[in-house]
């Protein structure tokens, strides 16, 4: 079983930056994934950016290429997720995930292929 607690969201006005972070407690698997997803009010969750627990390969949606950052710290078991350049666009909650068996879905970011997720914390961008 695994536990994942966000922290880290907030407001903040367009072209900010924001830091979420993820703490994982409980059984890890060396071939896990972990990976952010964000849901916006009336549209499906969307995958982020996912992240290989031990070979931190990592892995991005286009629309946030080239301005978040996942990371992770297998000491401290936990998962970053670095955003900059922030747009309305942005706004959700987003969501932490553990895909235990990793795989390709999981690299391809299919909720689906995600076993363990976070309560969430809301990002919100202001024009």
């Known amino acids: 079983q695994v536990e994942l607690v966000e922290s880290g969201g907030g407001s903040v006005q367009a072209g900010g930056s924001l830091r979420l972070s993820c703490a994982a407690s409980?059984?890890?698997?060396?071939?896990?994934?972990m990976g952010w997803f964000r849901q916006a009010p009336g549209k499906d969750r969307e995958f982020v950016a996912a992240?290989?627990?031990?070979?931190?390969?990592?892995y991005y949606a286009d629309s946030v290429k080239g301005r978040f950052t996942i990371s992770r710290d297998n000491a401290k078991n936990t998962v970053a997720l670095q955003m900059n350049s922030l747009s309305p666009e942005d706004t959700a909650v987003y969501h932490c995930?553990?895909?235990?068996?990793?795989?390709?879905?999981?690299?391809?970011?299919?909720?689906?292929?995600?076993?363990?997720w976070g309560q969430g914390t809301q990002v919100t961008v202001s024009s």
């Open positions: 995930a553990c895909a235990a068996g990793g795989g390709l879905l999981a690299r391809r970011g299919r909720p689906s292929a995600y076993d363990y």
């Open positions: 409980g059984r890890t698997w060396t071939n896990s994934f």
């Open positions: 992240i290989g627990w031990s070979t931190g390969s990592t």
